[in-house]
Each structure stands twice: as structure tokens, then as C-alpha cells.
């Protein structure tokens, strides 16, 4: 059971950080789809550099916020190993997009500099690329430019978030107090409902 799960945790973290880098690669040695529309009023290819994290908040430097991404995502990591006896497959591959969209992103932290020749290790900006143009009026809908990494990201926060109850690795008894699950609860729960069946 255990290689399913590292099957399911895995996979996707390898599909995204793939995905992420070829598409990256693709707008770096493309000029010509750096800033093209894809689809009028809704859809647009921007290439941008971003040094700072997600969103366009530069609140630390460069190199401070690759230390902190690297930091978190080895605690992800471990912190998922470290419930995986407990944990569903669901849970499983939301955090693969996790790990795998923060892999992505951290390789640009790591190597962008150097490709470009603006700095070293660490040093390196996020290429971003993707586009939502959608405006009401002067308000733009998502203002921010984004790469395959952070919809993996986001995506998987969403479908936690929305279904936690569900594939959360928790295991929890009626009064919502986490519990270890043993062979012996369903005993003890199938007694606890019915108080007739020891009679």
C-alpha cells in the first residue's frame, strides 16, 4: 500500500515540475509568444520575471524568499511522509500538485540568475507568463501574471479547502477530537449506538 500512495504522491509532483520547466523553457526561447494575446479580452502570454513571491509581494529579497521556499517546501515533504500511514490517496496527490508547483518554482530560484547572468544562486526570479486580461469596466478581474506551477499550487489548496472533511489525513471522533484509529473502534462505536446489544 505504501508504493501506491508514494505512486500517487510522486506522479503528479513529477507531471507539474515538468509541465512547469517546458513551459518556461518554451516562452524563454520564443520571443514571439512573450507578449501575444491567446484569446482577445480574456487571454494573454506576458513574460515577466518575478523576484518576489507569489502574487507580486516583495516583502523579503530574492535570495531570503528562495531560503524560505526551500525551508517549506522540505517541511511539506516531511510532514506528509510523516502522516502517510493515515493519509488517502486524495490528500496524496493535492499535495503532489503542491510539491510538484513549488519544485517548479524553486528551480527558477536556483538557476534563473544564472541563465540570465543577473546573479547567482538563489538569485533567480520566477518566470511568469500566463495572463488573465478579463476587465469590467477599469477593474481588472486577476490583475497578477502566474506560470503552470502556481495553478498546480492553487488548484490543490482549492480542492482542499472545499473537501478537507473528506481527504484530510484526521481521524476524528464525534466531538471532533483528533483520535488514533485502532481494530477496536468499530466495536466500540457499534455498542456505543446501540446499548440494547448487550443485553
Not at 510538484?100 to 528551480?107: D, E, K, S, V, Y
Not at 507568463?129 to 492553487?154: L, R
Request: charged residues 20%.
Amino acid at each position: 500500500m505504501r508504493a501506491k500512495k508514494y505512486l500517487f504522491l510522486f506522479t503528479p509532483a513529477v507531471l507539474v515540475l515538468i509541465a512547469d520547466q517546458v513551459t518556461k523553457r518554451i516562452i524563454l526561447n520564443s520571443p514571439d509568444l512573450q507578449n501575444k494575446e491567446i484569446i482577445e479580452g480574456w487571454l494573454a502570454f506576458n513574460f515577466t520575471k518575478n523576484p518576489g513571491m507569489a502574487l507580486g509581494m516583495d516583502w523579503l529579497s530574492t535570495p531570503v524568499i528562495s531560503v524560505v521556499a526551500i525551508l517549506a517546501t522540505i517541511g511539506i515533504v516531511t510532514y506528509i511522509l510523516f502522516t502517510l500511514d493515515k493519509a488517502n490517496l486524495g490528500y496524496l496527490t493535492c499535495m503532489g500538485l503542491i510539491v510538484g508547483g513549488a519544485l517548479g518554482n524553486i528551480t527558477d530560484r536556483i538557476l534563473m540568475g544564472l541563465y540570465f547572468g543577473y546573479g547567482g544562486v538563489l538569485e533567480g526570479h520566477v518566470v511568469d507568463f500566463i495572463h488573465f486580461t478579463k476587465t469590467i469596466g477599469d477593474w481588472a478581474v486577476f490583475p497578477y501574471i502566474f506560470n503552470v506551477a502556481d495553478i498546480a499550487i492553487s488548484t490543490s489548496i482549492i480542492i482542499l479547502l472545499v473537501f478537507h472533511k473528506k481527504i484530510m489525513p484526521l481521524d476524528e471522533d464525534e466531538s471532533g477530537t483528533q483520535t488514533e484509529s485502532t481494530s477496536e473502534e468499530p466495536d466500540m462505536i457499534d455498542e456505543a449506538l446501540d446499548p440494547e446489544k448487550d443485553n
